[in-house]
């Protein structure tokens, strides 16, 4: 029998009245593996999560979860799943003990199990010291790792995590992510949405980048990357004169054509994926030539260089008139 | 089946304890919550008790033995307006969210929420029946009787909860919900037997005031409390609960799981 996939959608839409929040949209994720949507704000990655969570009814379009109908069969899928949002759905007036054993219940564990899945949890997420105060006295981190430890409750084989670490210091981001991947190695299936590029290239297998309710791209991060013309690598020149030398010097390590831009003096190498090993050939070659250059370095492409490319519009553009058009109301449709 | 049936309980117990648990945690509200009633008790007796004595002259003489079903009666919908605000409160702050996208029963997140509710009113009532003691109030009709007037109000205020429900889940906004609820609240209890006499009213007022469930509910208390007539206003009363959770119990559990 061929194994299901983890979720599976099919001419995704959801509309608003006139708004499109999600158009199209055909996915699929295989099990055991992170799933990343990656996409800014209002681009329609909360939707997508909603309708697969069953919280909300797709417009047109099919989505299965483990090959089950989220339309059809809702209270099975639920019993599949663990959502964990960008806000922290938990109850401030309960301890952090008391949220998790409660919602071990409503998974319909029996109480033993309820808690021992609640130490558990506890332990995993490390939150065993501060189990019995109101989760309203947490840390937003902690607040966080209740939300997501509230999502584990039920043994999910797929997790929904809504921009898990939006909102996050550095240092809790890479400590959930480390979470996000012991649970990997557990064999849980994930979809991770995120607005950055950054999370989505270290956790996830695959990656599907929409925008204003459409997909736009989809592949694994290199693949992307590879899309975009991959690393960037750019050195100022000292003496206008050596651009010729400078760009002979280099074609062999670019992937196209070096270009020169005479106002700035700079050279421009697209040189693919393994950007920094290429770096050191970009400079051993320059070395040989006997150019030295000025700022050397190395980009590598950013969530908003996708979107230059797919879209032709930066994120900061998208997030403007984003919040321009925002009506008042509950403002997440993305 | 017998599980299902068996689910649907437990999931409505985990809710109900959760928003139990959640009133422990904030005492200032039950204080507040207490302190309401009896300002209103206190205003009512002592600012219209006097001007209004002649009311309780058939109400073996004091004007409080007729108030105090009447104060009840308000204080128990003014309790069960809380079920919108809090639901409203939950919507928002995503917990519903955590809630819909679990394998629980779709009842459960509103039975338990007016469950909690109806429960605090039982403190409420309590603490009602202590003040309304200390002003002078006496049950006339033995234990049993009293304890059915208490018993037909809260049954009452569990089916207001579920009014209030449904306009917390259609509102979708502590305050709008709290407004709503105040603005429907307020006309039907003034314009009602539960502070003066129908009698007294202006003339079209009457037919609304002498038909309507706070009327029924006032007289149905006096009755039972101090055993006067009530002309089956106790049975009147049963029938409009009975009736206001045909209606809502559906189009909530309906608003709730709409999916939309």
Redesign the interface.
Known sequence: MAQEFAFEVKGAAKYFGEVKALDDVTLKAEQGKVFGLLGPNGAGKTTLV?ML?????PTKGSLKVLGVDVVAE???V??L?G?A?Q????????TGR?NLY??G????LSAKESKKRTEEILDDLKLTDAANR?AKTYSGGMRRRLDLG?SLV?HPKILFLDEPTTGLDPRTRLDLWQTIRELVAQGTSILLTTQYLEEADELADRIAVIDRGRLIAEGTSSQLKAKLGGDLIEFELEDANQKDAAIKAVTAVSKSKPTYDEQTNVVSVPVGSDGSRKLAEVVRQLDQAKIIPRRLSLHEPSLDDVFLNLTGQSVADVESERKRKKKRG?PDVG | MWDRIY?EF??TW??T??NL??YT??PQLIFFSSIQPIIFLTLFNFVFGGALGSAGAAFHGKYINYLLPGIMVQVVLFGGLQTGIGLARDI????V????????SRA?VLAGRTIADSIRNISVIAIMLIVGYLYGFRFYNGYWNALAMVGIYLLFGFAFSWIAAFLGLVL?DEETAQLAGFVFVFPLVFASAAFVPVASMAKWLQHFANNQPITFATSAGRELALGVPGNGAAWKLLLWTLGILVVFIPLSVWSYRR??
Request: net charge positive; hydrophobic share 40%; proline share 5%.
């Open positions: 909603n969570s069953t919280l909300s009814e809702p209270q099975k639920r019993k799943i959502l949002g806000f922290a759905a938990i109850d401030p007036y309960l008391e409660m919602v219940r409503l998974y319909h109101l509230a039920g509950r | 689910y437990a999931d985990a809710i304890k959760r648990l959640r945690r904030l928002n702050s995503g917990i969210d955590r809630f819909r996208s679990l394998p629980m459960a979708k999916r939309t």
